[in-house]
């Protein structure tokens, strides 16, 4: 049975696979649609992406911007990382509060970050990440906000990351 568990930020929802066990080894359930939607949670899923990143590689803080706003499902196929989810939404009462949370291939869990969050992990190790993502992605409308963004104060895990070019120059929070 799948367990969901809000996170104190409306919609961020950390979702405990449904697993089962036998002398061969395991099998984990990461999505089910029927259990999802019991649990509030109706986004279609469009797409499956993977990443592998290095230990200490950040990727992110992105987001779609409206509208192509894009909710995502994530989870750690192998390693362990650093999950961060930043609230964005305007008019939001937590807007700019995040929260960062620990996903591992022992611990199953995953992510849900529903549109309206900018989203960003850290590989505490080498890791390969799935992110089930909603939505097409649309250039035009990709943005994110600079992983050290002094407002934030996110105490990232590893001394020294690598963030690409690209996550270098993003803005921080509020300074589109």
């Given at each position: 049975?799948?367990?969901?568990k ?10 405990g ?5 036998d002398?061969?080894g ?34 992110g803080?992105h ?7 894009q ?23 937590t ?13 199953g ?5 529903p ?7 850290q ?8 992110y089930k ?22 105490p ?8 690409s ?12």
């Amino acid at each position: 049975m799948f367990t969901f568990k809000e996170l104190g930020l409306k919609g961020l929802i950390l979702v405990g696979p449904e697993k089962h066990f036998d002398v061969r080894g395991s099998l984990s359930e990461r999505y089910d649609k029927p259990a999802f939607e019991s649990a509030g949670i109706t986004e279609e899923f469009t797409k499956d992406l993977a990443t592998w990143s290095k230990k200490g590689v950040i990727r992110g803080l992105h987001f779609q911007r409206k509208p192509h706003e894009q909710a995502k499902l994530v989870s750690v196929l192998s390693g362990r990382i650093f999950d961060v989810a930043v609230d964005i939404r305007e008019g939001s009462a937590t807007f700019g509060k995040w929260i960062g949370t620990e996903l591992n291939e022992s611990n199953g869990l995953s992510l849900f970050v529903p549109k309206g969050f900018a989203h960003g992990f850290q590989a505490l190790e080498d890791s390969t990440v799935l992110y089930k993502i909603s939505g097409e992605y649309s250039r035009e409308h990709e943005s994110g906000i600079i992983w050290n963004d002094p407002k934030l104060k996110i105490p990232w895990k590893v001394a020294n990351p690598v963030v690409s070019a690209k996550d270098k120059l993003f803005p921080g929070l509020g300074r589109e």
